[in-house]
């Protein structure tokens, strides 16, 4: 049985960690591995989900497949010189993850609600990641709805790239940029007593 103190010990970790979580936009090698990786997002597809429908399917890319994509892009760019620029965006991390939404039909849980579980899912992902010492940024990516893009990736009629989560290893003496905190009180609001 859990104790107060322990179950205190292990809010105060996980509250820490997403305040402390911070985008990491300098990325070099490593970046996890596939078993790591499949270690992770087991862990993220945790995230809320209104009858764990999963409307969402990752795409790893690595190695030489980072560049083709890159190319893929880049045929999108209307003038060369942004090609070469939005092929170079596609090598500033190690690893890139293609987040792919894939709305299902269902007659309860709307598209908004899968939309919200996908985001989610990549969120705790992009925590659980910090938490272990790599770093990630979400990006939209350059021309995420190209034909090239979406044929490269096979991504399918019905579905949507979200862009990329760019992971590997923070870049040494690149420290957490601070964040302050955010004055939230006018983002809340009270219906009901609140005198209890």
Same mark, same amino acid.
């Not at 049985?1 to 305040?19: H, K």
């Not at 997002?41 to 764990?52: E, F, K, S, V």
């Not at 996908?118 to 992009?126: E, F, K, V, Y």
């Given at each position: 049985?859990?104790?107060?103190?322990?179950?205190?010990?292990?809010?105060?970790? &996980?509250?820490?960690?997403?305040?402390?979580?911070?985008?990491?936009?300098?990325?070099?090698?490593?970046?996890?591995?596939?078993? =790591?990786?499949?270690?992770? *997002? @087991?862990?993220?597809?945790?995230? %809320?989900?209104?009858?764990?429908?999963? /409307?969402?399917? *990752?795409?790893?890319?690595?190695?030489?497949?980072?560049?083709? *994509?890159?190319? @893929?892009? @880049? =045929? @999108?760019?209307?003038?060369?010189? !942004?090609?070469?620029? &939005?092929?170079?965006?596609?090598?500033?991390?190690?690893?890139?993850?293609? &987040?792919?939404?894939?709305?299902?039909?269902? +007659?309860?849980? /709307?598209?908004?609600?899968?939309?919200?579980?996908?985001?989610?899912?990549?969120?705790?992902?992009?925590? !659980?990641?910090?938490?272990?010492?790599?770093?990630?940024?979400?990006?939209?990516?350059?021309?995420?709805?190209? /034909?090239?893009?979406?044929?490269?990736?096979?991504?399918?009629?019905? =579905?949507?790239?979200?862009?990329?989560?760019?992971?590997?290893?923070?870049? %040494?003496?690149?420290? /957490?940029? %601070?964040? +302050?905190?955010?004055? &939230?009180?006018?983002?809340?609001?009270? *219906?009901?007593?609140?005198?209890?």
């Amino acid at each position: 049985m859990t104790t107060v103190p322990a179950a205190r010990a292990a809010t105060d970790a &996980v509250e820490t960690a997403i305040r402390s979580r911070r985008s990491t936009i300098r990325l070099t090698d490593p970046a996890p591995g596939p078993d =790591e990786l499949l270690d992770l *997002l @087991a862990a993220a597809a945790t995230a %809320p989900d209104h009858g764990q429908l999963r /409307p969402w399917r *990752l795409i790893a890319i690595f190695g030489d497949a980072r560049a083709r *994509l890159g190319e @893929a892009a @880049a =045929e @999108a760019a209307p003038t060369s010189d !942004l090609a070469e620029r &939005v092929a170079a965006k596609h090598l500033r991390a190690p690893l890139m993850l293609a &987040v792919i939404f894939q709305p299902r039909g269902h +007659p309860t849980i /709307p598209r908004w609600e899968q939309l919200a579980a996908t985001s989610a899912m990549a969120t705790t992902l992009l925590l !659980l990641l910090d938490a272990r010492g790599w770093g990630g940024v979400w990006f939209g990516g350059p021309y995420p709805d190209a /034909p090239q893009v979406r044929k490269h990736l096979g991504i399918g009629d019905g =579905e949507q790239l979200l862009g990329y989560l760019y992971v590997g290893t923070p870049v %040494p003496g690149d420290g /957490p940029r %601070p964040r +302050p905190t955010a004055d &939230v009180r006018c983002k809340l609001t009270w *219906l009901g007593d609140t005198s209890r």
